[in-house]
């Protein structure tokens, strides 16, 4: 198997990427530290490493299959790219998609659910909410749980966090690493492109079915 050689610095929670087994195309990367992503928020997960990569390289970062099969957790910009020369520090933006809506059909479909709210859960109001926890994510947060809770009151947990809420810990596999190669394109203007190489005809997505 041909390696190329990558220069890795590794900050305070960061660690080294690692192929789980003989022959895996991607590497996995690990949070830096502990974080929650609350349901519609969109964060950077920091990994506290910087890379050096070969001219010509990119790393391309793609979701674990295990983590979107079993989780709302998402990387909206899939695959993500590192360029060659790209020296600061690697972070994964992760998205948590799970929609509160969806409750009511996630019952239905397993009743236990409505057990472990009850037991873990407790309905609360905004005040209350603000009291219990500063939100950490994005600014606009509390604009959507206002909006929320002026629908129905809003399920958190003990932490006071709403439900459907994502915990990733400290050194949790959360993506994987391809390294690719690339070639750069030469645009050359012409006034017609129909004429160059073989136009198979037909529109924008016309092989669909």
Do not use: H, W
Not at 54 to 82: A, C, F, H, W, Y
Not at 94 to 103: G, H
């Amino acid at each position: 198997m041909e390696k190329i050689q990558v220069y890795i610095e590794i900050n305070e929670g960061g660690t080294v990427p690692a192929y789980a087994n003989f022959n895996d195309a991607g590497a996995d990367v690990f949070a830096s530290r502990d974080i929650a992503i609350r349901p519609m928020e969109c964060l950077v997960i920091p990994l506290n490493i910087k890379v050096a990569l070969p001219d010509n390289i990119e790393m391309q970062v793609r979701p674990r299959s295990g983590l979107s099969l079993k989780t709302d957790l998402r990387i909206p910009n899939s695959p993500g790219t590192v360029d060659a020369g790209y020296r600061d520090s690697v972070g994964i933006i992760m998205q948590n998609t799970y929609n509160i809506s969806n409750l009511p059909y996630e019952i239905l479909a397993d009743p236990t659910i409505l057990e472990k709210i009850t037991s873990e859960y407790k309905l609360t109001t905004l005040e209350r909410l603000i009291g219990v926890q500063e939100p950490t994510g994005s600014p606009s947060y509390l604009n959507v749980l206002q909006a929320v809770s002026s629908i129905s009151p809003i399920i958190v947990d003990s932490i006071g966090n709403p439900y459907g809420t994502i915990y990733i810990g400290k050194g949790m596999k959360i993506a994987q690493l391809v390294f690719n190669e690339y070639k750069s394109a030469e645009f050359i203007m012409v006034d017609s492109v129909a004429s160059i190489g073989t136009d198979r005809g037909g529109g924008f997505g016309s092989t669909g079915i």
